[in-house]
């Protein structure tokens, strides 16, 4: 696990994927957006102007080698609907709704954003093929993981021991504070494994996604897992944080693509 800088751009990459899976998630760093969005905005949904957003996403595919015409992405909703993304989302289109992306293409290359939610990256080397997942905390007690890894089985014929994911930068149990209403719903969903997931210090409840994700992921079947541990609401520096930043900030991406 490690960060590389290129042309102006800084990006975290997973070790954990074999070299033919190009994976990055983008800091906010290398950009032409102004505060608050400074300064590598990829979304148009916080306020930026979407020439720069266009701008922003231009260098980034240019800078990893990948045909801006790759591209498919989504809209998200925090929820569990999947699109399979056989081919590049012709960029005159309307984005669809959902929070998992599937391809087996070579041609096409995921793009997600984020800001304090979990890009769960995923990629079976037998089938070939690579997927990219949201799981805030709505996502996550809803299933995401699981639903990403029953989809992998039903649509490709992925054996979960073959698959590889990554957990990637994004809000720690350290910084994520909850409440009563949404603990509850872990309580629910995690059962016995509550303990691992929510922690409770001086009265206040706090929500660990890393564990949470990776127990889904483990129940499934998956053993290869890597996490990032990279915490967005403490490294402003580097990442947009909807937390840390009251709301006021930008999206940085996470793109995966066969090569």
């Known amino acids: 696990m490690s960060f590389t800088e290129k042309d102006g751009l800084r990006f975290y990459q997973f070790d954990i994927f074999p070299k033919n899976i190009l994976n990055a998630v983008l800091t906010r760093r290398g950009g032409i957006s102004p505060a608050p969005w400074t300064s590598l905005n990829l979304s148009i949904s916080v306020g930026d102007d979407p020439a720069r957003v266009a701008a922003n996403r231009m260098k980034v595919f240019n800078v990893l080698g990948r045909d801006p015409a790759s591209l498919h992405d989504v809209w998200l909703v ?34 997600m954003r984020f800001a304090d939610c979990v890009p769960l990256l995923f990629h079976d080397p037998k089938k070939h093929v690579i997927g990219i997942s949201h799981a805030g905390w709505m996502g996550t007690v809803k299933g995401v993981a699981e639903v990403s890894i029953k989809a992998m089985q039903e649509r490709y014929g992925s054996n979960p021991s073959d698959v590889i994911a990554g957990i990637g930068p994004s809000i720690s149990v350290g910084q994520y504070e909850v409440g009563e209403e949404v603990a509850a719903q ?30 889904q992921l483990r129940s499934m079947g998956v053993e290869q897992i890597q996490i990032s541990g990279l915490c967005t609401a403490s490294h402003l520096d580097d990442w947009y944080s909807h937390r840390a930043e009251k709301g006021k900030t930008g999206r940085f991406g996470t793109l995966l693509a066969m090569v």
């Open 78 to 111: 925090h929820g569990t609907d999947i699109i399979y993304a056989d081919n590049p989302r012709p960029l005159n289109e309307e984005v669809q709704k959902a929070d998992i992306i599937f391809t087996d293409n070579p041609e096409v290359t995921l793009f």
């Open 186 to 215: 872990f309580r629910a969903k995690y059962g016995k494994d509550t303990d691992q997931v929510i922690q409770v210090r001086e009265g206040k409840i706090y929500l660990d996604l890393w564990t949470a994700n990776a127990l």
